[in-house]
């Protein structure tokens, strides 16, 4: 198992329209062979990022979704937050999974 991070750094100004458009989101990526589970971290710290984690069976999983028509549509309304939404350029990284314990659900 892998897990993807995506760290977006997002002006404070535009954060609940960040999180609007993942709680409108496609929902896509769900439905992909290997796709495990989708998290959206928000930063409790100012200039933090935010952080889309994601976790995948394998590599494999994750390079075909971005390979994928579904990924194109799902990240189609990325355009509508406008540029100066965002602080920073996003960092992708990847990992491999070496130890799970308990399960996680928001409360």
């Known amino acids: 198992m892998i897990t993807v991070a995506n760290r977006i750094f997002v002006h404070p100004s535009y954060h609940d329209q960040f999180e609007a458009r993942f709680q409108d989101r496609a929902g896509l990526v ?3 062979d290997g796709f495990i589970a ?6 409790t710290a100012e200039g933090d990022p935010f952080v889309v984690l994601t976790f995948w069976r394998d590599r494999e999983s994750f ?6 028509d579904a990924f194109r549509q799902g990240h189609a309304k990325s355009g509508s937050l406008p540029k100066e939404a965002f602080s920073g350029p996003n960092k992708l990284e990847v990992h491999d999974v070496v130890q799970v314990t308990g399960e996680v659900r928001p409360q």
């Open 30 to 32: 769900d439905g992909m």
């Open 38 to 43: 989708n998290q959206v971290l928000r930063p």
């Open 63 to 68: 390079e075909a979704w971005t390979r994928s």
